[in-house]
């Protein structure tokens, strides 16, 4: 039983081709937009359990979180906003965006939102690192449902990925550039930094690792 757990978790080094990925970033179906909508709500509910606990963000919501506050915004609409901004960039880098870029704004800041309403923020150190180890769960099992889509990337990783393209940086130096650069400012702002952070960054690479080769074996034939 133990090495079939093994086996079933083992991580997948490249994105899978599943039964619904589709041809292109506009091929649409029923099905396959079902799933689209599943991965990014699970997505946007794991990002507001780390909000909700209280020790530390993920990067992007630090930077949200800072914005909501100087706004006095909610956390969805600044979610949405900085998403909308950093779609704007990809205008000069040339990228195009697709169906699953739109729905990725859309749906992940109205999850967070909804996530920070119903989950209750904690001061109880183990149910907060509870809450970091099910959000992070949850963004890398939410990120394997969106991306074997295949209906564009998200706002933020087709940015990385055209700046990759066009200034021919690593790929891995430009993504900590811009993580670096989007923390340190939502800390300038008032979000909160701290341990779940941390965590979110050791482990969500390995979240959406094993996420994407769970979905792999699941689907195979």
Known sequence: MLIWLQRFLRPHRTVPVTPWTAKSRWDLS???SAILFFGLFIFGLGDSLLIQ???GNAPWSVLAQGVSERLEITLGWSTFFISSL???LWIPLRERPGFGTLSNIVVIAFAIQLGITIFPSTDRFFISLLYCFLGIALVGIGSAFY???GLGSGPRDGLMTALHSRTGFRIGRVRL???AFVLILGSIL???VGLGTLLFALFIGQAIAVSLGVVARA???
């Open 190 to 192: 008032g979000g909160t």
């Open 177 to 179: 550039t811009i993580e």
């Open 86 to 88: 950093v779609l704007l």
């Open 30 to 32: 029923l099905n396959r």
């Open 219 to 221: 689907t195979s034939q």
């Open 147 to 149: 991306i074997t889509c």
């Open 53 to 55: 606990s209280q020790i």
